[in-house]
């Protein structure tokens, strides 16, 4: 075998397979580039046809429907009208029409130019004349001429009127058979609307490249390309139960996309999400990182999609289609959690839990330690946390025995300690003079108003019905005789501000005896169970307590405790532990401690999940946590963890800041105070409300529902009233409570009430003057109509006081006048159920114009007038004085 | 035994082309009743009569009258039980109403409505007068609801409503005369009564045939007194019977209402 040399060994075999596998790599490097790695292409394509496939059957069904026996008659038809009117046009007498249509233009045009020449020669006519005046001539001849030129004028602009309305008049006869045939050629059109719309867009459906769909927005510096595979997401109708992503419709379509159209807004602006990563790694499904670990920022998913309503929406209360936002921003804010968590935006607002720098006078030390030790153990809806979660077992008992009840208890007595010891028990002692009925005090409690706010579980009383964070708006006071002491209760009952400046207790203005009767019966209130005095809290152990207390003292800084109360020797303290940006913490700074180990289980939400549910959790044997449980319920953790998922870092642009206008903003400033002092335990305003309804169940006596009010009553009394009320209605056993708000707060609930009511005026009009008859005749229908037999009238002294009606000495501060002539016609459609009858009944219930006065001698008999007069008579009275 | 007279068909035509709108919308049939039999009864107290609450007359006394007055929730003198409402039930057709107590009036004399129980059809008009100088507020409740409030100020001033849904209309005076009351059983058929002072009633023309019989009384225990001195009554005591009705013949049901009913 003859051996061949290596310049004549042949690599063309190597050479053309390399090339071959060269050529193969590159043609799979380009399918990969050009199809695999832009699935969105198979997307579109896939989506195209099936919305070809749909407009098909479309325009099939829309030709059928065209072929249907009946629209063919139909169409037969107007095809026969259509020819008929078209003849009709082309005949001799359409002919004739157009022919003297002509002759009347050219007839008017002729009189218009001749009208232009003869104006022409009277204005020269006139210069004439004018001249011969100035110039010392003789104006008369000029005159005439002019007078002849003036009548010439006239007669040919009668003429021009004339000739005018009879050429109108032949262009209508023209006009009719033009307009026959267009509206015939459009009624024939219109019916194949449908399918020439239909082929219009598989037409341009066709002509749609495959092509990757991107919105730039410079100002928020995203470039969302999600539209590439999301084909159908702004398109109606792509929601049904055989619609799979990506080719659905976007839920909530017209409120979601409608208010933030994608080509403004984008899509990574709310659901976020980081990178261009179009498919699974792996065997994972690719869910936009969802599932994994390493994603440092992956996409929003529902309800997540609702934390970055925050971003923009930062005036609003109740965002629309948000309610885990606003539910977690609730809770935030009644839980206090920014106490300990400073948050942009919490700053000012008043710690949640009571000031406790007057605690000796007011608790029993027994009671004291054991509600420390596990608030919910004695009010199951308290929203005072549990510090020590761990010492209670699975089912909230304490676990006797354990270390961490040991722990617990030893903690516990000392901050007991430290409140003890510094805190005042200075307080208005119970006047020695006066003795506490305790069944008259049960009488008043249940009648004055307490119960509008505390709903005490021995009651058994509905919860309020506008409280939408499941916890008790004011304490529990169903043992509060083993708490307290009489004199305490007294005292506060009598005045709350002067224990507790920053306190939400209004005083109801309780006289001495008053208070004496409510505080008797509230000590009658006791739990079965004893309360001992721990025995450091005795006398001769202050030197121990006091050494005791000094322990104390650095667990109420370790704990956080002056982050909701106030405590004295903690007043300068402010909790750092800020959230500020909490919502896009990164994985690796959260601490997962021993509780969660699988990294791929590692995760913002899991940890937050967890934190919320069990605050301890992640606690180590070297780190020990502080944050107390405040057992939250599943829904409760859900709506928190979106909450704080919103607490981002990055500005929002402010062109996208949703701005209020000024109704809706107090409209959102409102509802905050009236959330805060509970004013819809009392008052039934807008729809919810008037929870004391429960407790007073005659109609009539409960107070007014204030949805009108701003209509109803003057901005500057109003602010007096919520200042400094006074009894309106001294037939109601229910106080308006002095609430001491401050200017700020009345006017913000002044602009609410005015919002609600639609009502801009913040100033009222002076009424007009009386004329004689006038005031006399509402002098005559205010004695007729008997109306000081049921209101009182503090301005006249023979009148008596009445328990039945307002004082309309009032009305003229008080009310607004446009409202009093509404409310005078019918009072029971601005106050259902008011016992306020109406003096001019309709004839036929069901015709509002059949109104009736029983005087139809005053006025001649004009009910309106009548009102009026009526009206102006109440403003009038006592106008000197 | 007894034979009652029959209506005639021109009568009966007649009403209904009178009340034809309300016969359409309450599916109750005016016809001619041929042989129909007659109910009627006694409605007796069983137990002592119970004292009655009373209220203070604190205000208007020269038309109202001065002291206290007891309030006649139930009156019930030789046994028998006054303004206890006897009602057919789920009548369906039969003879119209009688339209000889038309107009139906409810005064106010003396700071008390009369009658205190007054049955107007349904559809009809029923007017209110008021007799006395002093201001009186008809308040009338149906299902404790509003169904009209008007003043009536003025001596001898008359206000007429339209009745339009059946049901007991309860009415007070807000005017600060809070032992007023009155109430106007608003009905579809004519099958319905009030027992007199000594508790009779009596219905006739009835289509033969069973029915379910309910008596109302508007009940006279005092629940709560509110402040103004307004009386809070237990709900009307209501108790039914079944009977047989035949042709021509007349039926006897008596009814006995117990001192302790709720």
């Known amino acids: 075998m003859a051996r061949t040399t290596l310049e004549e060994e042949s690599y063309s075999k190597i050479i053309f397979w390399v090339t071959v596998g060269l050529l193969l790599v590159s043609a799979w490097a380009l399918y990969d580039e050009v199809e695999v790695r832009r699935p969105w292409k198979a997307y579109q394509r896939t989506f195209h046809a099936a919305l070809a496939a749909r407009i098909d059957s479309l325009t099939d069904k829309a030709e059928a429907a065209m072929e249907a026996p009946a629209a063919r008659e139909e169409r037969d038809v107007i095809l026969h009208d259509l020819e008929t009117a078209r003849a009709a046009l082309r005949s001799p007498e359409t002919e004739r029409a157009l022919v003297r249509q002509r002759q009347a233009e050219d007839a008017l045009r002729e009189t218009r130019q001749e009208y232009t020449f003869k104006k022409s020669e009277y204005d020269e006519a006139y210069y004439f004349y004018a001249l011969a005046r100035h110039t010392g001539g003789d104006p008369a001849p000029h005159k005439k001429t002019l007078d002849a030129l003036q009548s010439t004028l006239s007669l040919l602009e009668k003429e021009i009127g004339k000739r005018s309305e009879s050429l109108q008049v032949r262009r209508t006869t023209v006009s009719t058979y033009v307009d026959t045939v267009t509206a015939i050629e459009e009624r024939l059109e219109s019916m194949s609307k449908t399918v020439e719309t239909l082929r219009a867009q598989r037409k341009e459906l066709a002509a749609r490249p495959v092509t990757i769909r991107q919105i730039v927005l410079d100002e928020l510096g995203t470039v969302d390309r999600c539209q590439s595979c999301h084909v159908a997401i702004d398109r109606v109708g792509f929601d049904g139960p055989k ?55 992956p996409m929003l998913h529902a309800p997540f999609t609702e934390s970055s309503c925050q971003k923009c929406h930062t005036e609003e209360r109740e965002i629309e289609n948000a309610g885990n936002v606003n539910l977690g921003r609730l809770l935030f804010e009644e839980l206090g959690c920014f106490g300990c968590h400073p ?35 004695l009010r199951p809806r308290t929203r005072m946390p549990n510090f020590w979660p761990r010492a209670l077992d699975e089912s909230g008992h304490p676990e006797e025995g354990s270390q961490e009840i040991a722990r617990r208890d030893e903690e516990v007595l000392a901050i007991a300690a430290y409140l003890w010891v510094n805190s005042s028990a200075d307080i208005a002692r119970y006047p020695g003079e006066i003795s506490g009925d305790e069944v008259r005090g049960e009488v008043l409690l249940r009648s004055v108003g307490c119960l509008a706010c505390h709903r005490p579980g021995v009651f058994d009383l509905p919860p309020l019905s506008s409280r939408k964070v499941d916890r008790d708006f004011a304490p529990d006071f169903s ?136 605050p301890r959790a992640f606690q180590t044997d070297r780190i020990r946590l502080r944050m107390p449980d405040f057992s939250l319920n599943d829904d409760e953790v859900l709506a928190m963890m979106v909450f704080l998922r919103g607490l981002g870092e990055e500005k929002t642009p402010l062109a996208y800041m949703r701005q209020l206008n000024e109704r809706d903003k107090n409209l959102a400033a409102g509802e905050r105070l009236l959330g805060y002092y509970n004013c819809r335990g009392c008052h039934r305003i807008g729809e919810f409300g008037g929870d004391i309804a429960a407790v007073i169940q ?69 009424l007009p003057e009386e004329t004689a008859q006038w005031s006399a005749a509402g002098a005559e229908m205010f004695e007729k109509f008997k109306c000081i037999q049921c209101h009182q009238l503090t301005t006249d002294a023979t009148v008596s006081l009445s328990d039945l009606a307002p004082d309309l000495a009032l009305a003229r501060s008080r009310l607004r006048p446009r409202w009093v002539a509404q409310w005078l016609s019918d009072p029971q459609r601005l106050q259902p159920e008011t016992k306020m009858p109406t003096f001019f009944p309709l004839e036929d219930d069901d015709d509002p114009e059949s109104i009736t006065t029983p005087l139809p001698d005053v006025l001649d008999g004009d009910v309106q007038n009548q009102i009026r007069a009526i009206r102006d008579y109440l403003f009038h009275l006592g106008e000197n004085q | 035994m007894k034979i009652i007279s029959v209506y005639t068909a021109r009568a009966a035509l007649g009403l209904s082309i009178l009340v034809g709108v309300t016969t359409a919308a309450n599916g109750y049939e005016i016809e001619e009743v041929k042989d129909g039999g007659v109910l009627s009864g006694v409605v007796t107290l069983s137990g ?63 700071c008390e409505f009369s009658p205190h129980v007054l049955i107007v059809p349904v559809g009809a008009k029923l007017s209110i007068k008021n007799n006395d100088s002093i201001l009186h507020n008809v308040h009338a ?115 006995s209402l117990s001192v302790t009913s709720p």
Not at chain 2, 227 to 240: C, F, K, L, R, T
């Open chain 1, 243 to 297: 619609d799979r992503e990506p080719f659905r419709s976007h839920p909530e379509l017209s409120l979601l996309l409608g208010n933030h159209p994608v080509e403004e807004f984008g899509c990574t602006v709310c659901h976020e999400g980081q990178g261009a990563q179009t498919k699974g790694i792996g065997h994972r499904p690719f869910d936009h990182g969802r599932s994994d670990p390493y994603w440092e920022r």
């Open chain 1, 343 to 377: 948050v942009d935006g919490y700053a000012g607002y008043r710690k949640v839990g009571p000031d406790l720098t007057r605690l000796r006078g007011k608790v029993n030390p027994g009671w004291l330690v054991r509600w420390i030790g596990n608030p919910g153990g």
């Open chain 1, 479 to 614: 043992y509060i005789g083993s708490k307290s002491n009489d004199d305490w209760l007294y005292s506060w009952i009598r005045d709350p501000k002067s224990h507790s400046p920053d306190t939400k207790m209004p005083s109801l203005r309780m006289v001495e005896q008053e208070a004496a009767d409510i505080a008797a019966y509230l000590m009658t209130l006791k739990r079965r169970e004893e309360f001992p005095m721990p025995a450091i809290f005795g006398a001769g152990e202050e030197e121990r307590l006091r050494a005791l207390a000094d322990k104390g003292g650095e667990l109420i800084g370790r704990y956080e405790c002056y982050g909701c109360h106030t405590i004295s020797g903690f007043e300068e303290l402010k909790p750092a532990l800020e959230l500020n940006g909490f919502g896009s913490k990164p994985t690796v700074r959260l601490a997962f401690g021993d509780a969660i180990t699988a990294h791929k289980d590692q995760d913002w939400y899991s940890w937050t999940k967890l934190k919320l549910e069990r």
């Open chain 1, 698 to 766: 005659e109609a009539a006596l409960v107070p007014p529902d204030l949805t009108l009010e701003g209509r109803k009553v003057q901005p500057a009394w109003l602010f007096d009233f919520l200042k400094r009320p006074v009894t309106l209605r001294p037939w109601l056993t229910l106080r308006m409570p002095t609430f001491a708000v401050d200017n700020a707060e009345a006017s913000d609930i002044i602009s609410y009430l005015m919002a609600l009511a639609n009502e801009e005026e913040l100033f009222v009009e002076n």
């Open chain 2, 48 to 110: 002592k009569l119970p004292s009655l609450a009373s209220v203070v007359i604190s205000r208007d006394a020269q038309t109202c009258g001065h002291g206290e007055r007891i309030l006649p929730r139930l009156v019930a003198e030789g046994g028998g039980v006054a303004n206890t409402v006897v009602i057919l039930k789920d009548v369906q057709a039969g003879r119209g109403f009688d339209d000889s107590s038309d107009p139906y009036v409810l005064n106010q004399k003396g």
């Open chain 2, 141 to 255: 409740f149906l299902d404790e609801k509003t169904l009209f409030n008007v003043a009536m100020p003025l001596e001898g001033q008359v206000i007429r409503k339209r009745l339009k849904t059946p049901g007991f209309i309860r009415f007070q005076c807000d005017a600060g005369h809070v032992w007023m009351s009155a109430y106007v059983v608003v009905m579809e058929h004519p099958y319905v009564a009030i027992t007199d002072e000594r508790g009779h009633y009596e219905i006739k023309g009835i289509p033969p045939g069973t029915y379910n019989v309910e008596f109302w009384h508007e009940g006279w225990k005092v629940e709560k007194t509110l402040a103004d001195g307004a009386i809070i009554y237990s709900p009307p005591v209501v108790s039914s019977a079944e009977v047989v009705i035949e042709a021509n013949h007349e039926t006897e049901l008596n009814s």
